[in-house]
């Protein structure tokens, strides 16, 4: 049997290491805040500064165009502006995919829906939506979230591209923890 020297010992080292633990998870409780503090940063400055800066070339590109008489000057300016307007949208897709307000499910469903009805919308495709309105909504990381968009995103363009197809279905369903689309 353990004497009460041995026993006294063990208790202050499981004092000191119950500490050791707690002092460690708040340290990876600071660590995660601060990225989710830098994600929260650049998602704004991307969407205020970069954002801003290519609407603003793609409507002083496309209005010059209109001004510009026909021939190669008019059709850069008008390359010009859809460049930009391609590039705003990719900025948009990278500033939803870092912000962590969006790291939820029901971000995801939201986000996938109104881009993919847009994205078919320019092939003349009608994206039918099937969603329950009872979405379970659960926490999703920023990870897994862009994968599913990029994945949902690749079908979409295999469907615009390949299918003839004039409408299309977005199911989505959930669990407490699942996703499925």
Known sequence: PFN????????????QAAIALELA?????????KVLQDRDRIARDLHDDLGASL???SLLAGLSAEEA?????????ETIAARAQTVAGTLDEIVWAVDPRHDTS????????????EFLARAGIHLRLDIP???????MEAER???LF??????????????GASMAWLRMKSTSQNLTV
């Open 25 to 33: 998870e708040r340290r990876r409780d600071a660590e995660r805040l």
């Open 4 to 15: 009460r020297a041995v026993v006294e010992m063990l208790g202050a080292f499981s004092g």
């Open 150 to 163: 990029l994945a949902v995103r690749e079908a979409l363009h295999n469907i615009m591209k390949h299918s």
């Open 69 to 77: 008489p026909a021939g190669p000057h008019r059709q850069s300016l």
């Open 145 to 147: 979230r862009h994968a």
């Open 133 to 139: 309105r009872d979405l379970i909504d659960f926490p």
């Open 106 to 117: 029901a971000s995801l469903v939201e986000y996938l829906s109104s881009w993919g009805q």
């Open 55 to 57: 609407t603003e070339i």
